[in-house]
């Protein structure tokens, strides 16, 4: 029996991924669900007024999209660091880059994809001029991929803890930080009638950067976790 | 010297109120990461001179009482 | 170069130097912190727009510019002792983060305070300020992790990695707040030139700034003395010297 070339193992990985979190649908609801309860959260804090709550829609809805993917990101891992299939992965030899592209590609199409799909709804609820919702889930297309992957690094280093909910905010709350800058500001431009593409021609350049870099970093980040 | 006297040196026209804390704190902070370290490493040396001492002090009946 | 970097690598050898190194450094630093200090506090001509409270600037610019580069330093430490597994380059970041935090906390305290009597407001969203207080975050981020690992070795390598991404995202993050500040810059603050500076008032902050780069020596050799003190705890030339320090 031959192994797999890397790009089919990739390919089947992602599968599987992506089927057992078909499995429990709950799962994949519940970021959605947290979504719409904090946007509705906002109303709350800043009052009702139409006016206020538009000109704060883009921030929050680049925020909670934002901590919605931070929560869901300590779980890439967790649940194939518990039953030791992590590190059948690092020994496998088709290359680790790679297949933990594939966890990330996974977890982007069940949180980041799903929030940007829905983001429109919520938008309306906040009052956001719809010249903007075409800006907002492309925004939201290409930046909740980036959140995953640098998600992906905390999770990766923080695997291997048992209180590492806490901690992976800290580590990657700073490094979200560009992203929510240009998201926002993306959605901001199309609010004030200017044009969205050159936020989101930056988002889509650190895109491309972190696809090539932060993989590498979440392979020596599962290194040391297996090891410890 | 640029002030006349302590006084003009404390008030600084009014601004003393904001130079001399800046200062202060950043004193005691420096302060804080050069004495931290010293004190830790004294402790650090002393804690390992005891262990030297008590395992020299009592080889037998300690060793046996300790695995 | 090779024989140093063999003995970069071996615990007694820095150990000893880096004690020999501080025992001229430190006295040296202190001095020229004191000298500085005074220097710019009371011999200097207060500055034309800014008066008296432009005196935070020997203290405030010093530290910004050390805890900057003082992350490069962690990070780079982290980077030799990912790749050639050199254990004192380790000890060496460890060492790093927690004076790199405690440079940026005063560069933002300091800054804090300085805007006050400047701009009228203890804090403004200003694009360095901004970047300065993520740079703080990033600092503790590393400490946290460290301090998350039971398994120091683990802890160690985490954080190289941790800190090497954060030094491929420094450029990013100063940049999108450049940027970011750019876009909602509410033109009620008005920033003096900084080129217009006096050479008299120039000389003191050189001085300061070269005083606060060998203060971040000092505190990151001190630092790493104890490090090698608690991770060699078990060798020979530790008890040695372990107990020759507790004679009286």
């Known amino acids: ?228 | 010297m640029y002030f006349d006297s302590l006084q003009a040196a404390l008030e600084m026209q009014g601004h003393g109120m904001f130079v001399w804390p800046a200062y202060s704190v950043t004193i005691a902070v420096i302060a804080l990461l050069v004495i931290t370290p010293l004190l830790r490493r004294r402790k650090v040396l002393r804690q390992l001179e005891a262990q030297a001492r008590r395992a020299q002090g009592a080889p037998a009946g300690r060793a046996g009482g300790e695995r | 170069m090779w024989p140093i970097f063999h003995k970069l690598g071996s615990p007694p050898w820095l150990y000893a130097i880096a004690g020999s190194i501080l025992r001229w450094l430190l006295p040296i630093t202190l001095l020229a912190l004191v000298t500085g200090a005074v220097w710019g506090l009371l011999f200097t001509q207060p500055e034309r727009i800014q008066g008296n409270s432009y005196r935070i600037i020997y203290i405030h610019v010093p530290a910004a510019v050390v805890a900057l580069a003082g992350y490069y330093v962690m990070a780079l430490a982290g980077a030799v002792s990912l790749i050639w597994r050199m254990k004192m380059a380790d000890v060496a970041m460890k060492a790093a983060a927690p004076v790199g935090a405690a440079f940026t906390f005063i560069a933002l305290f300091t800054g804090a305070i300085w805007g006050k009597p400047t701009w009228g407001t203890w804090w403004v969203w200003d694009a360095r300020i901004t970047s300065m207080l993520i740079l703080f975050f990033l600092y503790l981020g590393v400490v946290a992790l460290y301090e998350a690992f039971d398994n120091k070795e683990a802890a160690s390598k985490a954080c190289a990695v941790l800190s090497l991404v954060g030094m491929v995202n420094i450029p990013i993050i100063y940049k999108s707040v450049d940027w970011w500040y750019a876009l909602h810059q509410g033109a009620t603050i008005k920033f003096t030139g900084e080129s217009s500076i006096d050479s008299s008032m120039m000389y003191p902050l050189l001085l300061m700034i070269g005083a606060f780069y060998a203060l971040f020596t000092c505190c990151l050799l001190l630092n790493m003395r104890v490090e090698i003190l608690q991770r060699e705890s078990r060798t020979q030339w530790v008890k040695k010297l372990a107990t020759k320090a507790g004679r009286p």
């Open chain 1, 1 to 228: 029996m031959t192994a797999p070339a890397a790009g089919q193992f990739c390919l089947r990985l992602l599968r599987r991924q992506l089927l057992l979190a078909v499995r429990r649908p709950v799962e994949i609801g519940n970021p959605l669900l947290f979504f719409a309860m904090v946007v509705a959260l906002f109303p709350l804090g800043l009052g009702p007024a139409p006016g206020t709550l538009a000109g704060f829609a883009s921030g929050v809805l680049w925020i909670t999209a934002l901590l919605s993917n931070l929560l869901t990101s300590d779980a890439v891992f967790r649940s194939d660091f518990e039953d030791g299939s992590l590190e059948q992965l690092l020994l496998a030899p088709q290359p680790l880059f790679l297949s933990v592209l594939a966890y990330i590609g996974a977890h982007w199409l069940t949180t980041g994809l799903l929030l940007a799909l829905v983001s429109p709804v919520f938008a309306l609820m906040l009052n956001l001029s719809t010249a903007a919702l075409g800006a907002l889930v492309a925004s939201l297309l290409i930046g909740t991929a980036l959140l995953s992957l640098i998600g992906g690094i905390g999770a990766s280093l923080t695997v291997g803890l048992k209180r590492g909910g806490m901690l992976i905010s800290l580590l990657i709350l700073p490094l979200y930080m560009p992203v929510l800058i240009f998201g926002s500001a993306a959605v901001q431009a199309a609010v004030s009638g200017l044009p969205a593409g050159p936020y989101l021609a930056i988002l889509g350049a650190m895109l491309c950067l972190a696809i090539a870099l932060a993989p590498l970093a979440m392979a020596a980040g599962l290194r040391i976790s297996i090891d410890a």
